[in-house]
C-alpha cells in the first residue's frame, strides 16, 4: 500500500536549519505532485510548498519563500524540504502529501514529523 514517511525533524534554534525528508512507497511517485504542509495547535493545516509532477516551479506559502526549498529526486522517490533561518512561528507538524498530477482523489498523507523552533 502506498506510505509517506517523513523523517529530519526535531528541535533546532531560531536562526538555525533542517531538512526535512519524505521517501514514498507503494505508488508511481514520479507522476504525484508533491507538498509539505503544515499545523501548528489551534492552526488550520497550511500549505507550505509544493513541488509538481511535470518539472514546474516550485511554490511556496509567503511566510517560507526566500527560506525553504522544496526538491523532488524520482529515482528515489524522496521529497525534501531545507528549511533555512528557522523561526519560532515555524514550529509545527510537518506533513508530506502526495497528489496525483491527474487524478484527485489518489492522495497520501504522511504521518507528520514535529520541528521546534525556540531557543
Known amino acids: 500500500q502506498a506510505q509517506l514517511v517523513e523523517s529530519g525533524g526535531g528541535p533546532v534554534q531560531p536562526g538555525g536549519a533542517l531538512t526535512l525528508s519524505c521517501l514514498a512507497s507503494g505508488f508511481t511517485f514520479s507522476v504525484y505532485d508533491m507538498s509539505w504542509y503544515r499545523q501548528a495547535p489551534g492552526n488550520a493545516r497550511e500549505l507550505v510548498a509544493l513541488?509538481?509532477?511535470?518539472?514546474?516551479?516550485?511554490n511556496y506559502v509567503d511566510s517560507v519563500k526566500g527560506r525553504f526549498a522544496i526538491s523532488r529526486d524520482n529515482s528515489k522517490k524522496a521529497v525534501h524540504l531545507q528549511m533555512n533561518n528557522l523561526k519560532p512561528e515555524d514550529t509545527a507538524r510537518y506533513y508530506c502529501?502526495?497528489?496525483?498530477?491527474?487524478?484527485?482523489?489518489?492522495?497520501?498523507w504522511g504521518q507528520g514529523i514535529q520541528v521546534n523552533v525556540s531557543s
Open positions: 513541488i509538481p509532477s511535470d518539472g514546474g516551479a516550485p
Open positions: 502529501y502526495a497528489q496525483h498530477g491527474k487524478t484527485a482523489w489518489l492522495k497520501y
